[in-house]
């Protein structure tokens, strides 16, 4: 088997491809077709994970791998979670390769796909063996094995579940990426930073007064938003680990940021010249040129994934209203006429759809329409406000703030609506999320 050398965090980690297509076990399928508008749910099987050391069997290391395995893979919202109480089998007494595997035992229950996973620990150190089958198949589509330290549980299983993602999709998976927002949690605007699914949330700034608009560059290591530290709102660019940067404080307002893709530069609404109007800055602050130049509001720019074009919102019809921007000839075209209020915009990764904030009868509600013009379609409904989307890098799931619960929270949803669920709870109240890209070298 072929072997090759990776790092959690500073742990050095055994890689093994046993799902290698040299030797007959890797299949060219996509399972699943993440732009398809309506998925069909597959139904998988994660049994409790054996414990592999000889004459031990630690209960609750078994329980909290496949709990945290069965979590991340039902949070893409590909899957249909089978009950463990159907299950034929007794995990410690089966083994994890192909051919110990009565795959008639998993195909009786209905289940298509098959994670069976095992672990060791000795000491401080854990090993982490999972693989995934085709139960109607028969085979292995996918195997490895991880080794590091205990506390390395959570990044082994995500690489893994990362890989099944890509395997079965053929689209890397979101499950290293990062959840930027604001909480009122110390009793300002402060940003947050959390995983994926809400863990781990940790105050990324100390402004102790108002912070807004986070936003990512595109390889996941800077964050520019605005502060009103100094008292009047000026543009951070911070560097996430390092908490370096500079500070955009022209006259007037500096809102709005979002990063050009593949580009270490960024437009801004900047109100130094009088109206808002969005400009083209350098990562160092430096405006390299005006993208607009039409009287009223321009705020809020979002990049086409080609970076070719970017849509914000201009009240120059007499409401705010959703327009797009060609860089290159700086046409302009309308693309939202219905409702007296559309703001927030946020362009998919696949570039075909614009996420916005609309108001409606009241509330505002989150919508979908198409660079072409076409729907709009309103994703919620009936539940408070819903604000502020932002797109997952695979284009498949949205977050969200809502205060269907009361005070704002985050909130996720399929792309197409469905599914809607709380991200995370904290004192106070959470709005504005951006979602990262991918972070690599984590």
Known sequence: ?????????????????????????CHARTYIDINAPYLRKIPIAIP?????????????????????????????????????ESFLEDPQKAGLKQYTINFKNWTDIGAELLIKGGFSLSGDKLVVELRLFDTFGGRLILGRRYEGRQKDYRRMVHRFCDEVILRLTGHPGIFNTRIAFLSTSTGNKEIYIADFDGHDPRQFTNSGTITLFPSWSSDGKWLAYTDYRHGKPELFIRHTKEKQGTVVAFKGSNITPAWVP?????????????NPSIYLLSGKGKIIRKLTHYWGINVAPTWSPDGKEFAFVSDRSGSPQIYINNVKNGNVRR???KGRYNASPQWSPGGKHIA?????????????????????TQLTRDAGNNESPTWSPDGTLIAFSSTREGPSRIYVMNANGTDQRRLLLLEGEQTNPS???????D
């Open 1 to 25: 088997m072929k072997q090759k050398r990776l790092h959690i965090g500073l742990i050095p980690v055994l890689f093994i491809a046993l799902a290698a297509c040299s030797n007959g076990l």
């Open 356 to 376: 916005y904030t609309g108001l409606n009868n009241g509330h505002f509600d989150t919508y979908l329409i198409g660079i072409d013009g076409q729907g709009p």
């Open 335 to 337: 693309l939202t006429y």
């Open 435 to 441: 979602w990262s890209p991918r972070i690599t070298g």
């Open 262 to 274: 593949g580009q270490f530069a960024l437009a801004a609404s900047l109100s130094h010249e009088g």
């Open 48 to 84: 409790i994970f054996k414990d592999m050391a000889e004459g031990q069997s630690d209960a609750q290391i078994s329980n909290v791998l496949c709990d945290l395995l069965t979590e991340t893979i039902n949070f893409t919202g590909f899957f249909k979670i089978l009950d463990r």
